[in-house]
């Protein structure tokens, strides 16, 4: 029985200390595996769909499930990841050489105050506008300069994104095609009930699903009905904006309208008035009903989680793991609550004398 428990607890070693050394050696692709098995999970219905459909000829079905991803999902991100580096290189070069003038945009918002807005400014200590002014012309140089750095770093890392890129496809063709064999393999190795590991295999998968294709498609919507309005209505960087509301209707209590608001109030008070009352009324009832009318049919009720859960992880995840942290982190969320329930309804309940 001694040879045996020692024999049990060597293995248990030997498994730790290989399994951190292989989490170790794909850590400088971890990105590309975490993308691959995220979108292995978001495809896996086209892929079982066309499986029937082709007789179960799973390289053939992968393959097109495979080129459908990279058609509707990689290719689209890419160039709009060039298209916005790009513009945000011009916005910083416009701010720098004052083409672009945001602190006299401010400067004729607050002369156009009525008298009263400008007392009540004065009394709350912002009369003097110049140091808001600077902030946030210094603000928006800071923004616009990272995309204009990620113009060269992009260049200079172009090797290292084309490995990754192709060491994410050749992943996803093999997690396309024997992913569900993988699943099994992996749910008969965690030393839990078969209840518990499908419950938590159920909530990773639906996580997931309604991240990516749910929150995220709702953001992109978002974002490109934006961004189609600041362009039909001459507002510079139009993309850049698009894409900052698409961001920021990932986060609860935030919204897209952080950004088109304050526009379409600046129009207004600027004399623009149905400039803004465009905006006002397309942000309301375009881009405000996408998050009512489409979150529900692509997310559902059994997947979401509490608003201010999805705002913290979000943004810890962001700050933890960046631009994948926006899955990563509420995905964490959702399996803590969900272990601690499991944790709960198997503890044995202690019963109060009477």
């Known amino acids: 029985m001694n040879e045996t428990a020692v ?14 050394a292989f989490i170790w050696i794909l850590l400088p692709f971890y990105g590309a595996v975490f993308w691959a098995v ?18 179960w000829r799973r390289n ?25 580096v790009q513009e945000g ?19 004729r918002f607050k002369d156009i105050l009525p008298a009263f807005a400008q007392n009540s400014l004065e009394r709350m200590g912002m009369g003097d506008l110049a140091g808001l002014r600077d902030k946030i012309t210094k603000g928006a140089l800071q923004g616009s300069q ?13 090797f290292d994104f084309l490995v ?24 008969a190795a965690v030393p839990l009930a078969e209840q518990q590991k499908r419950r938590l295999q159920l909530k990773f998968n639906r996580v997931v699903r309604a991240t990516v294709k749910g929150n995220l498609l709702v953001a992109i919507t978002q974002g490109t009905l934006g961004g189609i309005i600041f362009w039909m209505l001459d507002i510079p960087s139009a993309l ?65 989680m509490p608003d201010y859960l999805i705002l913290i992880s979000t943004l810890g995840g962001l700050a933890v793991f960046g631009l994948n942290g926006f899955v990563i982190g509420p995905l964490i969320a959702a399996l803590f609550m969900s272990s601690w329930a499991i944790f709960v309804a198997t503890k044995p309940q202690v019963q109060l004398p009477s």
């Open 60 to 84: 053939l079905a992968a393959g097109l499930t495979l080129l459908t991803c990279l058609v509707i999902a990689i290719l689209p991100v890419i160039i709009i990841s060039t298209l916005l």
């Open 240 to 304: 850049v904006w698009g894409v900052l509301m698409a961001f920021l209707s990932l986060l609860p209590a935030v919204g897209a309208g952080i950004v088109w608001a304050p526009v379409a109030v600046y129009f207004v008070a600027t004399g623009a008035v149905w400039q803004g009352a465009v905006l006002a009324a397309f942000g309301v009832f375009v881009i405000g009903l996408v998050d009512n009318v489409l979150r529900p049919l692509l997310v559902g009720k059994d997947t979401k």
């Open 164 to 187: 990754s890129f192709a060491v994410m496809l050749y992943l996803l063709f093999f997690f396309l095609r024997d992913g569900a064999e993988l699943a099994r393999k992996i749910r």
């Open 146 to 158: 990272f995309f204009a750095t990620q113009v060269f770093s992009f260049g200079q890392g172009t």
């Open 38 to 55: 995220i979108l292995g999970i978001v495809f896996a219905p086209l892929q079982r769909r066309l499986l029937a459909y082709l007789d």
């Open 89 to 107: 290189a011009a916005l910083y070069k416009n701010l720098e050489s004052g083409e672009l003038d945001l602190a006299g945009y401010i400067e």
């Open 7 to 20: 024999q049990h607890k060597a293995l248990h070693l030997l498994l730790a200390l290989v399994t951190i």
